[in-house]
């Protein structure tokens, strides 16, 4: 079992910068790979970012790369997410989750567990 809880939400104006954190329990938590998704109202829930059980290996969508990066401490059992450059579009529900596979990275149907999400806004 892993719990994930994310934080460091909020509102920022347009070019600024944010930093996701997401703390997880469970002494597995360094096998799984961690990802970020992000949702709307009335929308699916989107890929953002993800990383490798090591963090050797890290993936992101389109619409973020070159802004965003994730990061992993497992001594921590931490996720972070850097946000640079931030959007008005960027606004939305961030969410953190476990997944066993790398493979099923781009997939939130195949995450085994998520967090609450913590909103970010970001304003024009």
């Known amino acids: 079992q892993v719990y994930v809880v994310e934080s460091g939400g909020g509102l920022v104006q347009a070019g600024d910068s944010l930093t996701l954190s997401c703390a997880a329990s469970?002494?597995?938590?360094?096998?799984?790979?961690m990802g970020w998704f992000r949702q709307n109202p009335g929308k699916e829930r989107e890929f953002v970012a993800a990383?490798?059980?090591?963090?050797?290996?890290?993936d992101y969508a389109d619409s973020v790369k070159g802004r965003f990066t994730i990061s992993r401490d497992n001594a921590k059992n931490t996720v972070y997410l850097q946000m640079n450059s931030l959007k008005p579009e960027d606004t939305a529900v961030y969410y953190c989750?476990?997944?066993?596979?790398?493979?099923?990275?781009?997939?939130?149907?195949?995450?085994?567990?998520w967090g609450q999400g913590t909103q970010v806004t970001v304003s024009s």
């Open positions: 989750a476990a997944v066993r596979s790398y493979s099923s990275r781009y997939y939130s149907g195949d995450y085994d567990y």
């Open positions: 990383i490798s059980w090591s963090g050797d290996n890290t």
């Open positions: 469970g002494r597995t938590f360094s096998s799984y790979v």
